[in-house]
């Protein structure tokens, strides 16, 4: 089998530009486009951007780390590129679907592959109902805002949220608020990978609220409905010793 045609990218920093000079001088390779294989160099804001770039064509992506974060990343080595990514591990990712609704009657549509949030636009809090698969299962939190995280996105924004690390493969997505104000004690829940949420506005003219899926910021919103895309599906590459199942698995046993 002939090895896999390579293309690269890099995020805008000194690192990154340096490892990707060095990379291309080092191995052949050929425009995103024309690719088997995709190598990202950053961190993990520049993973997601790639994927989002070559959702359509669902080419596999190999990132290796060269930012700050790099939880979705390889480590970075410049040799044996090759042989690494023919011999790696392959995860497929799904993402949310989020349909948007604007005050002024607009909707918009885009795909999250960590998550979609929603967050309050002014100093006040923002009220929030609560439906899922059509039934309210809250009817009015009040809040600095609320998620819905993949498994995958489950380390991001969801964890710092203090919501729930969820295993690859669980086919679950959790449900985070932020900030809760009422009720007090709610802390999120866990649902089926195929449930359909929708978050209604309360007061939506006096507190605005924006709803974000990973890149793409929709202002000023009165309902959102999101769920997961599986029409939809991305391919990430790691290396066997480090695959995206083990590093999530550990994260839950952090100090």
Same mark, same amino acid.
């Given at each position: ?5 390579? $293309? ?15 990379? *291309? ?6 425009? $995103? *486009?024309?690719a088997d294989v995709i ?22 992506? /190999? ?12 480590? /970075? ?22 349909? $948007? ?10 795909? %999250? ?9 002014t100093g006040q809090s %923002? ?42 493969? %669980? ?27 929708? /978050? ?14 990973d890149f793409t910021e ?27 199942? *083990? ?9």
């Amino acid at each position: 089998m002939p090895p896999p045609r390579l $293309a690269f990218t890099a995020a805008d920093t000194p690192a990154a530009r340096e490892a990707l000079a060095s990379l *291309e001088r080092r191995y052949p390779h050929v425009p $995103a *486009e024309d690719a088997d294989v995709i190598v990202a160099l950053g961190g993990d804001g520049l993973l997601l951007e790639t994927l989002h770039r070559h959702m359509r064509r669902r080419v596999p992506i /190999f990132g290796m780390n060269r930012g700050t974060v790099g939880f979705l990343m390889n480590s /970075f080595s410049e040799d044996g590129l090759v042989e690494r990514v023919s011999a790696a591990d392959t995860v497929t990712l799904h993402p949310l679907r989020m349909v $948007a609704e604007t005050l002024d009657g607009a909707r918009r549509d885009a795909l %999250a592959i960590n998550e979609v949030s929603l967050l309050r636009e002014t100093g006040q809090s %923002a009220k929030i109902r609560i439906r899922v698969d059509d039934v309210v299962r809250l009817e009015e939190l009040v809040c600095d805002g609320v998620l819905v995280s993949t498994p995958a996105g489950s380390t991001a924004y969801n964890l710092s949220a203090h919501g729930p690390i969820i295993p690859l493969g %669980a086919e679950v997505l959790a449900l985070t608020p932020i900030s809760a104000f009422r009720p007090r004690r709610w802390r999120g829940a866990l649902l089926p990978h195929d449930a359909r949420v929708r /978050f209604e506005i309360l007061e939506a003219d006096k507190r605005p609220v924006a709803a974000v899926a990973d890149f793409t910021e929709v202002r000023d919103v009165v309902a959102v409905d999101v769920h997961e895309d599986r029409t939809t599906a991305m391919t990430l590459l790691f290396d066997h010793e480090s695959n995206l199942a *083990e590093r999530i698995l550990k994260e839950q046993f952090q100090p």
